[in-house]
Each structure stands twice: as structure tokens, then as C-alpha cells.
């Protein structure tokens, strides 16, 4: 019964029930032994249990319904003939169950007869009075019946309808949700309007990218012809009636398509097609902007009635939906595949890129190289101009870098400044060596940003299959390890992968990793270089050094990690350690031993690019604990001074100001800085040892220091010169007018306790003296 439609239920119903019904009748028929009454009875009992048998069976609902219909007419009548007026009442049912079983016209033709026949054999066993009213209820009822069936005619023709536009629409829906192609969904949708409307051919126009003309998106049914010249259709006024639709965003509706002035152009074409008739109705996005048109073409002309509009705005929207989830999907694929700053590859999708080269390169037995390019000194950019400035470099790096690749070649970004370069066929390293070149010419031009020449460069390491390696997670490792080679060796170079480079790699990885572990069991050390005054021989200056003590490796040069810890970041944390030593030793030897104390700390460049954030926080430590600010001098190196001197000007000028002394180290290596003295605020000069170490009274060192010290002097700032290890260089040095002095001749770096004693030596030698 569950599997059974509405309307079987009900017949199944109805005979069950009258069944039963007449079944006692029949029986008290029996025992009174009227044998006419007893037919009758049979046959209504027997009919019933026929029809509900036929129906359960055979589930032919209209042919038993007319069986039903027309046995009950014939046993009312035949028992109107035999029993009289006391059974007219059993022609108000049978005339309901008529306009249910049948349709309402045949009911109304059988009912009428019914009536007309069963009054014919009753009207003389009725006064005139009875008759009329009998006859005018009976002509109500079946009025009021036919006029109820045929508006649930129409509401289950409607139903139906409906029901059959939601079977296509949930099938269509379906199809949007398990993400089938957009093509396969809208012929979908096209097949669906046809199948509800055979005379009407369909079509799906949608935007191109240019968004001035319209592309084919589905017309199955449309003659090839047709559909070609329709390919690339203008959006205009008066361009037939999609271009119209399409540009005025309004259904057009074009009854005869001989004589609409829209279809001048194209009338010929169409007649050719045999189309009389075209509704157009636009398709409009969430945002309110046309995407497509929808189309309804007719071999005959036609005007459209409300339904029809009503089947295409439903369509309409499902084809809306349908092409919004393409695009959707379009835009997170490309959003999970491309850079959005550069719009080229992103790491998924390059990774993809060359598992496809891989395999054609091991089927085909050719070569391919990766190059991993890195723009040299990119943070600065960002520091100086702005992260704005910087994406415009990105930009416009990526378009310098695509120009001069070959089409077969690919690049993407990987991150940050980080790009990765795939190049096809490069049978030897001369194709590579021309391309590297290409790149780093046009990379070299000045970039221009905000009326600024900006020159960058970029670091190139290159890695190629199969040479290097036969898979794509090393062989891009190989890459990254080059490149940072390439780096290593002064940047702007191209440096091809080589064994010891991953040697190397592992060991810097270790090393980095040995630095956490350091940083957070504190594993450094201080050591202290005593500053000796030339003149006078005085000491009331040292440098802190740090130094680390690896508890396998013994003691590692700063050389070797300093420079790591500021590619990791990790010197932000291993400063405030070297700050929170000095500053309790500042405080004890001040007091105990020697009240004019300083102590230099050597600070990194990365230590200035938050606006200098913990360098002033150690001022203001230094005030909490109640030690002068001079009495702490900071340590920066020449290369912060041609680093967006502006911010560190202003950082420099701010710690000044406030009391604490600042010195450049290893002054004169790397970079020619004397014009920026002027515009910083600066109190030592250190002459960096290499000058000191060969230095004569007659050679060029000598000179060079003789001019730093004269220019120092004139700028009010003091010298102090590192390296002196033999008394020829103290005694040159202190001539030429050199304040302080530094080195192995003076005093080697002392731990701690070594250091706290020579203070102690001063100062009893002092207080020795004052007596």
C-alpha cells in the first residue's frame, strides 16, 4: 500500500468500504427472500470486490474507475426501478464519486443521464412540490460538483506541474552541487525546457571575458549554422534579441522575428533556421550584473502567455546559479593556485607544474632545470618605502622575470620575494648561463616608485634534472640551497648546486637549530675587551662579547652564528640576554669599583627595524635602576647607516638625546660612509683592525687612519682603534691623535671575574697614585 499512488488509495477505499456495506444488505436481502433485492445486492457486492481485486492487481486506476462509475449508475437506477423514491438519496453519492473517479466532463454527461433517467422513473411516485426540490438539488449538486473537480483538476494540473519542474530542478541542482561541468549543467537545463515544451528550441548565451560579446553556452537543438553565427554575438541596442537583453539588462520579446527591426541583420539567418519567434530573457548575478541570456525560440510566431514567463525566469535562475558556481569555483581554485599580488603560480600549483615536466622529461630522456630566485636586500625596500612599495616591486619583478622567459618556460612565486623559475630543454649550461643573464639584465634597470630609482638585484641558484636529482622535493631543496649560495657569495650572482652546498645546508640547519636550544638554556657567556685611553692609559671603557659554549662542540665563533641569529630572528632574544648581564654588572662596578664606567654593546640591524622598540626599552631599564644613560654606548655597524638612514637617524638622534653613547664599528670596511656622518647624530668612530694590522709610518693604512682621525675630530666625535697588538701601532696611533685603543697589546677579552679583578687593579693602582 505504501508503493501505491493517491489515487489507487482511495478506489482501494471506496470499494472496501461500499463492499462491506452492501454486504449486510445483501444478507437481510436473502432473508426476506426478494429476490430482485437480492440480485441487485449481489451484483453491487460482486463489482465492488471485482474493482478492488482488478485494481490491487492490475493498478489500472482509470479503466476500473469508469467500471465503478458506470456499475454504480446502473445499479442506482435499477434500484430506483425496483425499490422507488425510498433509495433517491443514493444518487447524490454516485454522482460525487463520478466527478472523483472521472473526468469532470464525461462525469458531467453521465451524472446529467443519471439524473434525467432515475427523475424519469420517479417523478410520478412524487407530489409536484417534492419533485421540484428533489430536481433542483440534485441539478446543485452536480453544478457545485463539476465546478469543485474541475478547480481540483486544474490545482493538480498545476501540482503536477510543479512537481514535475522540481523533479527537473532538484535533478539540475544536484547536478550544480556534485560540481559537474558547467556545459553538462546548462544543455541540462536546456533538454529540461524542451522536454516541457516540444515546440520551443533553446539556447544559453553567456558573457566572454571581454564582456563586450556573447559565447555559446548551450543549444543542442539549434541548427549548427545558426549557433556559429550567433558565436561572438555584440552586446549592443538592436542586436537581435539576446544582444539586447544582454545590454539593457530587460527581457525582449520578439513575436515576429520576419518584421522586429532587432532581427534586420540577421532575419534571413533565421528563416534558414525556420525561427519565427524569440524571447530573451537576461541572466543576472547576485551583484546585478548581466552574465548570459536565456533564449526560447518557436517554429511558428507566438506571443508569450504568463506561464511561459514564469517556466523562463525559473530556468533563468538555475542557470544563474549554475554559472555563479562556475565562477566560484574558478575563483577558489585560482585563489588556491595563484599569487594573488603577482598572478602567477603559487607553490600547489608550480609543484603540479613539475610533476608533469618530470615525468615527460624521464619519458623523453631530456633535461629541465629549477632556478630559485631571491631579490637581494628586499626587506630594505620595505622598510624605507613601505610594504606598498614593496608588493610594486613584486609586481613588477614578476613581469621583468615573465618577459624574458620562453613560452615553454613557467615562474611562480613561492613566497615573499621568493620566485621559482622552471626552464624546458635546457640541453647544457650555456641555454641556462644565457637565460640567467637575461634575467638579471632586466632586473638590474632601476625600478621607479613614488618619482624614487630603486636598483635591485637578485640571487640565483639553479638545480637541473637529472644531474642534480631525480625528484621534485630535491631537486627544489638543491635549488634553495644554491641560491643561498648565490647569496653567500656577495649576491646578484647565479650559483649552480654542487654536493658541498648540501653539506653545508645540513650543517647550517644543525646549527640553527643547536642556537634555539642555546637561546632557551641560555648556553652564552660575556667576555670583556678593556678600552685603553692612548693619552693617558686610563680604562674606564670595555666592549661585551658574547660567546657561545656549546656543550658538544666546545665554543662557537660569533662568526658563525651571529649572522644566523639574525636571519632567525633569534638575536632579538640573545641581545636582551647580553643587555640583562651587562646591566647587572654595570650596577655592581659602578658602585664598587669604577664610577665613570662604560660598557659597549654591539647591536644588530634587525634590532632597528621596529622603531627601535628594545633599544629604548633599555634606556628606560637603565633609569629604573638608577644607572646614567651614558654609561651604556651602543655598537652599530657602517651598513645601518646606508639602510633607510632616515629611521635610523631618528632612532639614533632619540637614544642620544636621552644619554647613551653610540659608536660605528669597524669603520671603514664594506662601504664608503663619510657623507652620512654628517646627517648622524654618532660619538665614536672604531677603526676597523684591518687598517691597523699593517700599519707603518709611511704606508697607506697609516694614512687612511691619520685622515679618519683628523675628519673624526673636526666632527667633534672620538676615535678608538681596534686590533693594536704591537706597541709600534699604539705608539703611531696615540701620535696621529687616536683617543682610544683596543687589542691583544692593551688587554684580551677577560671572563667575568678576570675582568671584575683588572677593574680592581685600576682601581687600587689609581688610588695608589692619589696618594
Same mark, same amino acid.
Given at each position: 500500500?505504501?508503493?501505491?499512488?493517491?489515487?489507487?488509495?482511495?478506489?482501494?477505499?471506496?470499494t472496501?468500504?461500499?463492499?462491506?456495506?452492501?454486504?449486510?444488505?445483501?444478507?437481510?436481502?436473502?432473508?426476506?427472500?426478494?429476490?430482485?433485492?437480492?440480485?441487485?445486492?449481489f451484483?453491487?457486492?460482486?463489482?465492488?470486490?471485482?474493482?478492488?481485486?482488478?485494481?490491487?492487481?492490475?493498478? +489500472?486506476?482509470?479503466?476500473?474507475?469508469?467500471?465503478?462509475?458506470?456499475?454504480?449508475?446502473?445499479?442506482?437506477?435499477?434500484?430506483?426501478?425496483?425499490?422507488?423514491?425510498?433509495?433517491?438519496?443514493?444518487?447524490?453519492?454516485?454522482?460525487?464519486?463520478?466527478?472523483?473517479?472521472?473526468?469532470?466532463?464525461?462525469?458531467?454527461?453521465?451524472?446529467?443521464?443519471?439524473?434525467?433517467?432515475?427523475?424519469?422513473?420517479?417523478?410520478?411516485?412524487?407530489?409536484?412540490?417534492?419533485?421540484?426540490?428533489?430536481?433542483?438539488?440534485?441539478?446543485?449538486?452536480?453544478?457545485?460538483?463539476?465546478?469543485?473537480?474541475?478547480?481540483?483538476?486544474?490545482?493538480?494540473?498545476?501540482?503536477?506541474?510543479?512537481?514535475?519542474?522540481?523533479?527537473?530542478?532538484?535533478?539540475?541542482? @544536484?547536478?550544480?552541487?556534485?560540481?559537474?561541468?558547467?556545459?553538462?549543467?546548462?544543455?541540462?537545463?536546456?533538454?529540461?525546457?524542451?522536454?516541457e515544451?516540444?515546440?520551443?528550441?533553446?539556447?544559453?548565451?553567456l558573457l566572454?571575458?571581454?564582456?563586450?560579446?556573447?559565447?555559446?553556452?548551450?543549444?543542442?537543438?539549434?541548427?549548427?549554422?545558426?549557433?556559429?553565427?550567433?558565436?561572438?554575438?555584440?552586446?549592443?541596442?538592436?542586436?537581435?534579441?539576446?544582444?539586447? /537583453?544582454?545590454?539593457?539588462?530587460?527581457?525582449v520579446?520578439?513575436?515576429?522575428?520576419?518584421?522586429?527591426?532587432?532581427?534586420v #541583420?540577421?532575419?534571413?539567418?533565421?528563416?534558414?533556421?525556420?525561427?519565427? /519567434?524569440?524571447?530573451?530573457?537576461?541572466?543576472?548575478?547576485?551583484?546585478?550584473?548581466?552574465?548570459?541570456?536565456?533564449?526560447?525560440?518557436?517554429?511558428?510566431?507566438?506571443?508569450?502567455?504568463?506561464?511561459?514567463?514564469?517556466?523562463?525566469?525559473?530556468?533563468?535562475?538555475?542557470?544563474?546559479?549554475?554559472?555563479?558556481?562556475?565562477?566560484?569555483?574558478?575563483?577558489?581554485?585560482?585563489?588556491?593556485?595563484?599569487?594573488?599580488?603577482?598572478?602567477?603560480?603559487?607553490?600547489?600549483?608550480?609543484n603540479?607544474?613539475?610533476?608533469?615536466?618530470?615525468?615527460?622529461?624521464?619519458? @623523453?630522456?631530456?633535461?629541465?632545470?629549477?632556478?630559485?630566485?631571491?631579490?637581494?636586500?628586499?626587506?630594505?625596500?620595505?622598510?624605507?618605502?613601505?610594504?606598498?612599495?614593496?608588493?610594486?616591486?613584486?609586481?613588477?619583478?614578476?613581469?621583468?622575470?615573465?618577459?624574458?622567459?620562453?613560452?615553454s618556460?613557467?615562474?611562480a612565486?613561492?613566497?615573499?620575494?621568493?620566485?621559482?623559475?622552471?626552464?624546458?630543454?635546457?640541453?647544457?649550461?650555456?641555454?641556462?648561463?644565457?637565460?640567467?643573464?637575461?634575467?638579471?639584465?632586466?632586473?638590474?634597470?632601476?625600478?621607479?616608485?613614488?618619482?624614487?630609482?630603486?636598483?635591485?638585484?637578485?640571487?640565483?641558484?639553479?638545480?637541473?634534472?637529472?644531474?642534480?636529482?631525480?625528484?621534485? +622535493?630535491?631537486?627544489?631543496?638543491?635549488?634553495?640551497? %644554491?641560491?643561498?649560495?648565490?647569496?653567500?657569495?656577495?649576491?646578484?650572482?647565479?650559483?649552480?648546486?654542487?654536493? +658541498?652546498?648540501?653539506?653545508?645546508?645540513?650543517? =647550517?640547519?644543525?646549527?640553527?637549530?643547536?642556537? =634555539?636550544?642555546?637561546?632557551?638554556?641560555?648556553?652564552?657567556?660575556?667576555?670583556?675587551?678593556?678600552?685603553?685611553?692612548?693619552?693617558?692609559?686610563?680604562?674606564?671603557?670595555?666592549?661585551?662579547?658574547?660567546r657561545?659554549q656549546?656543550?658538544?662542540?666546545?665554543?662557537?665563533?660569533?662568526?658563525?652564528?651571529?649572522?644566523? %641569529?639574525?636571519?632567525?630572528?633569534?638575536?632579538?632574544?640573545?641581545?636582551?640576554?647580553?643587555?640583562?648581564?651587562?646591566?647587572?654588572?654595570?650596577?655592581?662596578?659602578?658602585?664598587?669599583?669604577?664610577?665613570?664606567? #662604560?660598557?659597549?654593546?654591539?647591536?644588530?640591524?634587525?634590532?632597528?627595524?621596529?622603531?627601535?622598540?628594545?633599544?629604548?626599552?633599555?634606556?628606560?631599564?637603565?633609569?629604573?635602576?638608577?644607572?646614567?644613560?651614558h654609561?651604556?654606548?651602543?655598537?652599530?655597524? @657602517?651598513?645601518?647607516?646606508?639602510?633607510?638612514?632616515?629611521?635610523?637617524?631618528?632612532?639614533?638622534?632619540?637614544?642620544?638625546?636621552?644619554?647613551?653613547?653610540?659608536?660605528?664599528?669597524?669603520?671603514?670596511?664594506?662601504?664608503?660612509?663619510?657623507?652620512?656622518?654628517?646627517?648622524?647624530?654618532i660619538?665614536?668612530?672604531?677603526?676597523?683592525?684591518?687598517?691597523?694590522k699593517?700599519?707603518?709610518?709611511?704606508?697607506?693604512?697609516?694614512?687612511?687612519?691619520?685622515?679618519?682621525?683628523?675628519?673624526?675630530?673636526k666632527?667633534?666625535?672620538?676615535?678608538?682603534?681596534?686590533?693594536?697588538?704591537?706597541?709600534?701601532?699604539?705608539?703611531?696611533?696615540?701620535?696621529?691623535?687616536?683617543?682610544?685603543?683596543?687589542?691583544y697589546?692593551?688587554?684580551?677579552?677577560?671572563?667575568?671575574?678576570?675582568?671584575?679583578?683588572f677593574?680592581?687593579?685600576?682601581h687600587?693602582?689609581?688610588?695608589?697614585?692619589?696618594?
Open positions: 500500500m505504501l508503493q501505491r499512488t493517491l489515487k489507487e488509495k482511495i478506489l482501494l477505499a471506496i472496501s468500504i461500499t463492499g462491506l456495506a452492501v454486504f449486510p444488505l445483501l444478507i437481510a436481502s436473502i432473508n426476506d427472500g426478494k429476490l430482485a433485492h437480492i440480485i441487485v445486492d451484483l453491487a457486492v460482486s463489482v465492488m470486490v471485482g474493482t478492488f481485486l482488478g485494481v490491487w492487481y492490475t493498478r +489500472n486506476v482509470e479503466l476500473y474507475s469508469k467500471v465503478v462509475t458506470i456499475f454504480i449508475f446502473i445499479i442506482t437506477m435499477i434500484a430506483l426501478y425496483i425499490k422507488g423514491i425510498s433509495i433517491i438519496y443514493w444518487l447524490y453519492p454516485a454522482i460525487i464519486f463520478s466527478f472523483y473517479l472521472m473526468t469532470p466532463l464525461l462525469a458531467l454527461l453521465l451524472s446529467l443521464t443519471l439524473v434525467i433517467i432515475s427523475c424519469s422513473l420517479t417523478y410520478n411516485q412524487f407530489d409536484s412540490f417534492t419533485f421540484t426540490r428533489v430536481v433542483i438539488t440534485l441539478i446543485i449538486t452536480l453544478i457545485c460538483a463539476f465546478v469543485f473537480s474541475k478547480y481540483i483538476e486544474k490545482e493538480n494540473k498545476k501540482f503536477m506541474e510543479n512537481e514535475s519542474f522540481n523533479l527537473l530542478r532538484n535533478k539540475i541542482l @544536484e547536478l550544480i552541487a556534485c560540481s559537474a561541468k558547467q556545459s553538462d549543467v546548462l544543455y541540462a537545463i536546456v533538454d529540461a525546457v524542451e522536454n515544451n516540444p515546440d520551443t528550441m533553446c539556447s544559453i548565451l566572454d571575458k571581454t564582456e563586450k560579446k556573447l559565447t555559446l553556452g548551450a543549444a543542442p537543438s539549434l541548427p549548427d549554422f545558426y549557433n556559429q553565427a550567433m558565436e561572438g554575438l555584440e552586446i549592443a541596442q538592436g542586436a537581435g534579441s539576446c544582444g539586447t /537583453s544582454a545590454y539593457t539588462g530587460k527581457r520579446t520578439v513575436i515576429d522575428i520576419a518584421t522586429h527591426p532587432y532581427w #541583420q540577421w532575419s534571413a539567418l533565421a528563416k534558414k533556421a525556420n525561427l519565427s /519567434s524569440c524571447w530573451s530573457e537576461p541572466i543576472i548575478d547576485n551583484s546585478g550584473k548581466v552574465i548570459g541570456t536565456f533564449a526560447i525560440y518557436f517554429k511558428k510566431v507566438t506571443s508569450p502567455t504568463k506561464k511561459d514567463f514564469r517556466l523562463i525566469e525559473q530556468f533563468v535562475s538555475l542557470s544563474r546559479i549554475a554559472i555563479e558556481r562556475e565562477k566560484a569555483d574558478q575563483l577558489i581554485w585560482h585563489q588556491a593556485n595563484f599569487d594573488h599580488l603577482t598572478q602567477l603560480p603559487n607553490r600547489s600549483l608550480v603540479e607544474y613539475i610533476g608533469n615536466i618530470l615525468k615527460k622529461a624521464k619519458r @623523453e630522456n631530456t633535461q629541465f632545470t629549477i632556478a630559485m630566485l631571491d631579490i637581494d636586500n628586499f626587506k630594505d625596500v620595505n622598510d624605507s618605502l613601505g610594504h606598498s612599495a614593496g608588493d610594486a616591486l613584486l609586481v613588477e619583478t614578476a613581469k621583468r622575470i615573465k618577459d624574458t622567459l620562453r613560452e618556460d613557467i615562474i612565486r613561492i613566497g615573499g620575494d621568493e620566485f621559482i623559475i622552471i626552464l624546458t630543454n635546457t640541453n647544457g649550461v650555456q641555454n641556462i648561463e644565457i637565460l640567467g643573464k637575461r634575467i638579471s639584465t632586466a632586473l638590474a634597470k632601476p625600478y621607479l616608485f613614488e618619482e624614487k630609482e630603486i636598483y635591485c638585484t637578485a640571487s640565483i641558484g639553479v638545480a637541473i634534472y637529472p644531474n642534480d636529482a631525480d625528484n621534485i +622535493n630535491q631537486l627544489m631543496k638543491n635549488a634553495d640551497q %644554491a641560491m643561498y649560495g648565490a647569496k653567500a657569495k656577495g649576491r646578484n650572482t647565479i650559483q649552480y648546486f654542487t654536493e +658541498n652546498m648540501r653539506t653545508d645546508f645540513l650543517k =647550517r640547519m644543525q646549527l640553527i637549530q643547536d642556537l =634555539r636550544i642555546a637561546v632557551k638554556e641560555q648556553q652564552f657567556f660575556l667576555v670583556y675587551q678593556p678600552i685603553v685611553n692612548l693619552q693617558n692609559n686610563n680604562t674606564y671603557k670595555a666592549e661585551a662579547l658574547i657561545w656549546h656543550p658538544e662542540k666546545g665554543l662557537v665563533s660569533p662568526l658563525d652564528f651571529i649572522p644566523i %641569529a639574525e636571519e632567525t630572528g633569534l638575536i632579538i632574544e640573545i641581545s636582551e640576554w647580553v643587555f640583562q648581564q651587562v646591566l647587572q654588572d654595570l650596577k655592581l662596578w659602578r658602585g664598587a669599583y669604577c664610577e665613570n664606567l #662604560q660598557i659597549s654593546i654591539n647591536t644588530s640591524p634587525v634590532q632597528y627595524k621596529n622603531h627601535g622598540k628594545q633599544i629604548l626599552n633599555w634606556v628606560e631599564q637603565l633609569k629604573q635602576h638608577n644607572i646614567p644613560t654609561a651604556l654606548t651602543i655598537e652599530i655597524t @657602517e651598513s645601518l647607516l646606508m639602510e633607510t638612514h632616515v629611521q635610523v637617524d631618528n632612532i639614533i638622534a632619540d637614544i642620544r638625546q636621552q644619554g647613551v653613547m653610540v659608536a660605528i664599528d669597524d669603520f671603514g670596511t664594506g662601504y664608503c660612509s663619510f657623507s652620512y656622518l654628517k646627517n648622524f647624530s660619538d665614536y668612530i672604531k677603526i676597523d683592525q684591518s687598517f691597523v699593517g700599519m707603518s709610518s709611511d704606508n697607506n693604512d697609516m694614512a687612511l687612519c691619520e685622515a679618519i682621525i683628523v675628519m673624526a675630530d666632527l667633534n666625535i672620538e676615535v678608538i682603534a681596534e686590533g693594536i697588538e704591537t706597541a709600534q701601532q699604539r705608539q703611531l696611533l696615540a701620535t696621529a691623535g687616536c683617543t682610544f685603543g683596543q687589542g697589546l692593551l688587554a684580551k677579552p677577560l671572563l667575568k671575574k678576570d675582568f671584575e679583578q677593574l680592581i687593579n685600576c687600587n693602582e689609581k688610588s695608589e697614585f692619589e696618594k
